[in-house]
């Protein structure tokens, strides 16, 4: 079996210091070393296939070039999506990405936590289902980089990367209210993170704004799953009495299982219901029909969050909690339409 190539090895073939290998590899730019040193040293590696130990690198203090993020659910296309985005951005970087799901289990969710910090990750991206600022706070004094993403953590020094969910939420009942839609019903996330409290104060904040009554009745919440807004858009149509012709929907998923329990009962959409959804996942663009839905900036929340991670590697951690929003999008399809009548 062949042995594993070592540091001394390429720098033996090179004819240079182990010094001078360690510092063409440092990520760092080395202006005063003669370009035919460093060509040389390249040469070796290549020819002696070398990969260096990022583990003894980090303990050298270099880091290990890899991120960590923590996500509640991998089946959910918009954290897919997320994902998919992170590893782009980390890859045109030379950055490498672990990614745990937690499953919605803050058990798990430590576990990978601690896996990570024991892996000597650069920094860990997290979107928690429940951590508390103790533990966010004791990771910080030990010197690794948190960011939050969606869902801040009271207490917590950790920087927080948001999307605007509350204008998001606006903007969904605005354009069904510019439609002619007056009863609106929502089905809702659980009240306890706060992007679902935000988007839905949105949708109830709007139609106050626009003197229209906030139905309680009309307000349905459950988990952002697709099987829940399929079960829940059923209990609203089976209350047709209530009259409503618009549904907004608080993430993507739950909005095409809403479209599916209409156009099980013989209905079609939007001739019998306006519906929005929220994240603007791939399936919303390819859905029959196609889903209007408020579009959350997925690449710019990823590259605040890499770049976030890389600044405190370099210049260290933020001395004061930060918080970052960007501004949601409406994305106008197929599954809304104007109504004639008021």
């Not at 839609?181 to 626009?210: E, F, P, V």
């Not at 993430?251 to 299982?257: E, I, K, M, R, T």
Request: hydrophobic share 35%.
């Amino acid at each position: 079996m062949r042995t594993r190539v070592t540091i001394r090895d390429v720098a033996k073939k090179a004819g240079v210091s182990i010094s001078t290998v360690s510092r063409v590899l440092s990520p760092q730019v080395n202006d005063y070393m003669r370009e035919e040193t460093r060509k040389e040293v390249l040469k070796a590696i290549k020819e002696l296939d070398y990969r260096p130990d990022i583990r003894a690198q980090s303990l050298r203090g270099r880091g290990t070039r890899i991120v960590g993020l923590v996500m509640p659910d991998a089946l959910n296309p918009f954290y897919q999506e997320l994902a998919y985005v992170l590893e782009e951005v980390c890859y045109r970087e030379k950055y490498g990405l672990l990614v745990c799901s937690s499953k919605n289990s803050i058990t798990r969710e430590l576990a990978y936590i601690d896996l990570l910090e024991s892996q000597k990750v650069d920094g860990i991206i997290i979107s928690t289902v429940g951590l508390k600022e103790i533990k966010l706070n004791n990771l910080v004094g030990k010197g690794i980089p948190i960011v939050l993403m969606d869902r801040d953590v009271p207490g917590a020094n950790i920087p927080v990367m948001f999307t605007n969910n509350y204008l998001g939420g606006c903007q969904a009942a605005q354009h069904l209210i510019d439609l002619g839609h007056r009863k609106i019903a929502c089905i809702a996330g659980s009240m306890s993170t706060l992007s679902s409290i935000n988007r839905l104060k949105g949708y109830t904040d709007t139609l106050q704004k626009n003197g229209l009554e906030v139905d309680k009745k009309l307000i349905k919440e459950g988990k952002l799953i697709y099987e829940d807004g399929y079960k829940l858009m059923k209990e609203l149509a089976r209350k047709s009495s209530d009259g409503f012709t618009a549904v907004f929907c608080l993430n993507d998923l739950v909005a095409l299982g809403a479209m599916r329990a209409v156009q099980e009962d013989s209905k079609s959409i939007p001739s019998d219901y306006s519906i929005v959804g929220f994240d603007n996942i791939y399936l919303s663009s390819i859905s029959n029909p196609t889903l209007t839905t408020i579009a959350q900036p997925i690449k710019q929340i990823a590259q605040g969050a890499f770049r976030t991670i890389k600044r405190a590697r370099e210049k260290g951690l933020p001395k004061k909690k930060e918080h970052r929003f960007w501004d949601t999008k409406l994305i106008a399809r197929e599954s809304c339409r104007e109504l004639v009548d008021n």
